[in-house]
T-cell receptor, first 112, second 115 residues
């Protein structure tokens, strides 16, 4: 019940296209859903996060869509650029701590 | 305003040796979290500490692993008698408080290789 399932495992997108990464969870106590971006040899960096009281959040080219009833959330990267090529992790946490449960990651390659 | 500082960045240990990983949180942060990332996998929670207290160690292996966050100085993740399976990237994160609205910032990680 603590798992966060992420798909796809890898994704190839043409420059200017839309990258879509999906995550699903089981634990209804989760109330914070961040997305992290990680480049090789670096630590994860927070991209964008959402709470379950909203269905969508947009920051620049990055949008989170959240479906509480389906227990799913997704990351959309609009106008994808080669510099977006990285591994993306979804995560979830609950309660009074920041103990994050991470998905298994999606390796995104944006081709020029 | 320095970010989360981890050292060393790379650590090589022989089987049976001890590994000590250090984490200095961001200025003003008193909450520290350790995660482990195996190759081609996501990050797994290990332990959550506040100054001088372990809050949640549900992800820590029961043997050989310990963590502390003293009143003064960095947080330390200690692995005794390392084995090849301990080879991984260990990330530390810190936050100002606790709760879902509090962003956790990650360090660059320590990559442990056991030979």
């Amino acid at each position: 019940q603590q798992q966060v399932k992420q798909s796809p495992q890898s994704l190839i997108v043409q420059k200017g296209g839309i990258s879509i990464i999906n995550c699903a969870y089981e634990n209804t106590a989760f109330d914070y859903f961040p997305w992290y971006q990680q480049f090789p040899g670096k630590g994860p960096a927070l991209l964008i996060a959402i709470r379950p009281d909203v269905s969508e959040k947009k920051e620049g080219r990055f949008t989170i869509s959240f479906n509480k009833s389906a227990k799913q959330f997704s990351l959309h990267i609009m106008d994808s650029q080669p510099g977006d090529s990285a591994t993306y992790f979804c995560a979830a946490s609950s309660g009074a701590t920041n103990k994050l449960i991470f998905g298994t990651g999606t390796l995104l390659a944006v081709q020029p | 305003n320095a970010g989360v500082m981890q050292n060393p960045r790379h650590l090589v240990r022989r089987r049976g040796q001890e590994a000590r990983l250090r984490c200095s949180p961001m200025k003003g942060h008193s909450h520290v979290y350790w995660y482990r990332q195996l190759p081609e996998e996501g990050l797994k929670f290990m332990v959550y500490l506040q100054k001088e207290n372990i809050i949640d160690e549900s992800g820590m292996p029961k043997e050989r692993f310990s963590a502390e966050f003293p009143k003064e100085g960095p947080s330390i993740l200690r692995i005794q008698q390392v084995v090849r399976g301990d080879s991984a990237a260990y990330f530390c994160a810190s936050s100002q408080g606790r709760g879902p609205n509090t962003e956790a910032f990650f360090g660059q990680g320590t990559r442990l290789t056991v030979v």
